[in-house]
């Protein structure tokens, strides 16, 4: 039972554009909503979140919306660089302790 | 500021065997957690903690064991290991305000059982 969902396992997006990663959840006692950026041979790195009693959070190129009559939320990157290209996952979080990863999508920006 | 430390960064081990994967921070952080993600897969939560003394599971728990006896220290015990255990291992942390959500993470551990 796979409660958040990222249902694309890559996207490849041309430099200068804009990149959207989308991310389904079933679970609507979820809080909290992340993203988060991992590279090859790293542990992942906090991105950008959103509570779940909003709609949109903005971090310089980095937005996520949220559609909770949808229950699906994604991260908008604009524009798409090169260093952007790494694997990105959703995530959410239940009561602020418990916290759920989907299964990543891999971004890859071309020149 | 070292920020949280996983040793040992890989482990080959033979089916039946049992190791402790270490995870240590430094943030003094009240929430810590496992995870471990199969190749080409997401990230799943094996067990979690929110602070000593206090531990719960998470979605794939069976195999593995904690104990959360510090705030700085976090092990997991893996007992039996089993090919399906092979895996790479990340510990993450976070503090009670903030970001609720944003975790710390680990460089994590490959974990290969044969």
């Known amino acids: 039972d796979q409660q958040v969902k990222q249902n694309s396992p890559s996207l490849s997006v041309q430099e200068g554009r804009i990149s959207i990663l989308n991310c389904d959840y079933t679970n609507s006692m979820f809080d909290y909503f992340l993203w988060y950026k991992k590279y090859p041979a790293e542990g992942p790195t906090f991105l950008i979140s959103i509570s779940s009693i909003k709609d949109k959070n903005e971090d310089g190129r980095f937005t996520v919306f949220l559609n909770k009559s949808a229950k699906h939320l994604s991260l908008h990157i604009v524009p798409s660089q090169p260093g952007d290209s790494a694997v990105y996952f959703c995530a959410a979080s239940v009561s602020a302790s418990k916290i759920i990863f989907g299964s990543g999508t891999r971004l890859s920006i071309r020149p | 500021n070292a920020g949280v430390t996983q040793t040992p960064k890989f482990r080959i081990l033979k089916i039946g065997q049992s190791m402790t994967l270490q995870c240590t921070q430094d943030?003094?952080?009240?929430?810590m957690y496992w995870y471990r993600q199969d190749p080409g897969m997401g990230l799943k939560l094996i067990y979690y903690s929110v602070g000593a003394g206090i531990t719960d599971k998470g979605e794939v728990p069976n195999g593995y064991n904690v104990s959360r006896s510090t705030t700085e220290d976090f092990p997991l015990r893996l007992e039996l290991a089993a090919p399906s255990q092979t895996s790479v291992y990340f510990c993450?942390?976070?503090?009670?305000?903030?970001?609720?959500?944003?975790?710390?993470f680990g460089e994590g551990s490959r974990l290969t059982v044969l």
């Open positions: 943030m003094n952080h009240n929430y």
């Open positions: 993450a942390s976070r503090g009670a305000g903030g970001n609720t959500g944003e975790l710390f």
